[in-house]
């Protein structure tokens, strides 16, 4: 009886890749600059690294035109300020692209060095020791307290809103977010913005 020859793992690994690879059916994993584009479609009604950078250019456009960015540019005080989470008021899944969209922003002023920022993983450490004695999380409602313990003069923050609109087939949903900048001493509001776009789910 004939001996079979001995096939090697490593050889027989690479015969089925090839033959996969003939075959040329099924998804492949592929990275951003492997394909043009890839990043200009929308692939679903969440927020997207598109969306994100409209939003940051819009707000901060606007917030480095108001007369308080302008007199920090002017006086070079370079007050303290403190970045608190954006209230996600929506039913889509946005938590982690609106920290991106902070973190970009935490970025952007402390570059800009008209502000000294404080760190978000510091001021997140505060406000886990501040909790601490009301037993749970993050609450706006202990802003005050926040702001006392890191010294800050203004705070930013906002909030996101949508109007979700529904056909048997297709689907709209209209962000809306709202961005303030608040003086610690006084609670008056130094700096406002409305920024908005809409994804879609429509038949073609």
Request: charged residues 20%.
């Amino acid at each position: 009886m004939p001996i079979s020859p001995i096939i090697r793992p490593a050889a027989l690994l690479a015969a089925l890749t090839l033959a996969a690879l003939s075959i040329g059916c099924g998804p492949t994993y592929v990275r951003g600059n492997q394909v043009e584009g890839l990043d200009d479609a929308a692939m679903s009604t969440g927020i997207d690294r598109r969306d994100i950078e409209q939003l940051l250019h819009e707000n901060l456009t606007s917030l480095m035109a108001s007369p308080v960015a302008k007199a920090w540019a002017h006086d070079g005080s370079r007050p303290t300020l403190a970045i608190y989470p954006l209230s996600n008021q929506t039913s889509e899944h946005i938590d982690s692209q609106l920290q991106a969209l902070l973190s970009d922003v935490e970025t952007y002023l402390a570059q800009a060095s008209l502000v000294t920022v404080v760190s978000v993983e510091r001021q997140q450490q505060m406000v886990a020791e501040v909790e601490k004695q009301h037993g749970g999380g993050f609450d706006p409602s202990h802003i005050a307290e926040y702001n006392r313990q890191l010294g800050a003069k203004y705070y930013l923050t906002g909030k996101v809103f949508t109007a979700d609109e529904r056909t048997e087939d297709e689907r709209r949903v209209q962000y809306f977010m709202f961005m303030q900048l608040i003086e610690v001493a006084t609670s008056a509001v130094a700096w406002q913005n409305r920024a908005a776009f809409t994804k879609a789910l429509i038949q073609e």
